[in-house]
């Protein structure tokens, strides 16, 4: 049975809309704590097939697949340019067209902010 944090990144990929990608680590700020950005590839890792979770949307900060190609890039890059993400010829996806981010906040102030101190009455 997975934990509240593993229930809310969950959430939180599923709602990454078609076309759009989200980093590790906004991810993790979105769910909760900024700082598991590396649980958050965890939870990709262990869940993603048996949660239908669309794990290809989420990437590394800088715009970057993170995975080896022969280890899940390739399928990975395949499957987000099925949904018209395109990359440059360095292979990086411009996250200002690209990226994904509801709140509008960029990532490096949600890495400042007490998220429990936000959401208390």
């Known amino acids: ?5 593993t229930r809310r990144v969950r959430d939180v990929i599923r709602s990454i ?4 990608v989200a980093s590790y680590g906004q991810v993790a700020a979105s769910a909760g704590d900024s700082r598991q950005a590396r649980q958050v590839a965890w939870i990709l890792h262990s869940s993603s097939e048996k949660a239908g979770l669309p794990w290809h949307r989420v990437v590394g900060s800088r715009g ?3 995975l080896v ?3 899940g890039g390739r399928e990975q890059r395949r499957l ?20 994904w981010n509801p709140a509008g906040i960029k990532i490096s102030v949600l890495a400042r902010l007490d998220l429990d101190k936000l ?3």
């Open 69 to 71: 190609p022969s280890r």
């Open 17 to 20: 809309p078609r076309g759009k």
């Open 80 to 99: 987000l340019e099925s949904e018209g993400v395109r990359f440059d010829r360095s292979g990086t996806i411009d996250l200002g067209k690209y990226g």
């Open 64 to 66: 970057k697949i993170s």
């Open 119 to 121: 959401t208390e009455d």
């Open 1 to 5: 049975m997975p934990n509240e944090f």
